[in-house]
T-cell receptor, first 116, second 112 residues
Framework: AQSVTQLGSHVSVSEGALVLLRCNYS??????LFWYVQYPNQGLQLLLK??????LVKGINGFEAEFKKSETSFHLTKPSAHMSDAAEYFCAVSRGSSGGYQKVTFGTGTKLQVIP | DTGVSQDPRHKITKRGQNVTFRCDPI?????LYWYRQTLGQGPEFLTYFQNEAQLEKSRLLSDRFSAERPKGSFSTLEIQRTEQGDSAMYLC??????????FGEGSRLTVL
């Protein structure tokens, strides 16, 4: 079974500051890892994903995440926060299996506040 | 718009009534998921379809819940004899073989 733990349900950063949202995963097999963003009253949107290959993954809106197997982590970062980044962010994991059934399990989310 | 669409977006019902939600996935996606999300929580997996076959159901899905995907196209999620604890956002997502989920905007259920 897979699971993810997101550290910090609320994170506040100043506009222009570094954004760091933490995610640790648990998986008995090589995982696929995802970050999703949810703006108020909207559905979840994929920010980025890690499947295989390069461990540093770049996503939309300037976000990136690094898969660290030794630390079982997949933290999300952005060098400079923008007001429009204020949203809730979800880390998710699935069993890595190309073409096969992949149940995606989500973390509890981190709400990002950007202070002007 | 070729994204995932859900209907209705909002549903207010009285305890004990039945409700049905519909999801239309992205047309070329053969996989369809239902999730439930409550305030302050991440999406919780309910059930999964590959084409018309329901391959997994969560223990969260009590006997009052039923989901179908006739002909492997749209899906419906029905809740019978609703309870106040059923109040939540019901999310539908679809995917292809690449694994990432594409979500609809959700159907918010309020049970009075």
């Amino acid at each position: 079974a897979q699971s993810v733990t997101q550290l910090g349900s609320h994170v506040s950063v100043s506009e222009g500051a570094l954004v760091l949202l933490r995610c640790n995963y648990s998986s008995s097999v090589p995982p696929y890892l995802f970050w999703y963003v949810q703006y108020p009253n909207q559905g979840l949107q994929l920010l980025l994903k890690y499947t295989t290959g390069a461990t540093l993954v770049k996503g939309i809106n300037g976000f990136e995440a690094e898969f660290k197997k030794s630390e079982t982590s997949f933290h999300l970062t952005k060098p400079s926060a923008h007001m429009s980044d204020a949203a809730e962010y979800f880390c998710a994991v699935s069993r890595g299996s190309s073409g096969g059934y992949q149940k995606v399990t989500f973390g509890t989310g981190t709400k990002l506040q950007v202070i002007p | 718009d070729t994204g995932v669409s859900q209907d209705p977006r909002h549903k207010i019902t009285k305890r004990g009534q039945n409700v049905t939600f519909r999801c239309d996935p992205i047309s070329e996606h053969n996989r369809l998921y239902w999730y439930r999300q409550t305030l302050g929580q991440g999406p919780e997996f309910l059930t999964y379809f590959q084409n018309e076959a329901q391959l997994e159901k969560s223990r969260l899905l009590s006997d009052r819940f039923s989901a179908e995907r006739p002909k492997g196209s749209f899906s419906t999620l029905e809740i019978q004899r609703t309870e106040q604890g059923d109040s939540a956002m019901y999310l539908c997502a679809s995917s292809s073989s690449t694994g990432e989920l594409f979500f609809g905007e959700g159907s918010r259920l309020t049970v009075l």
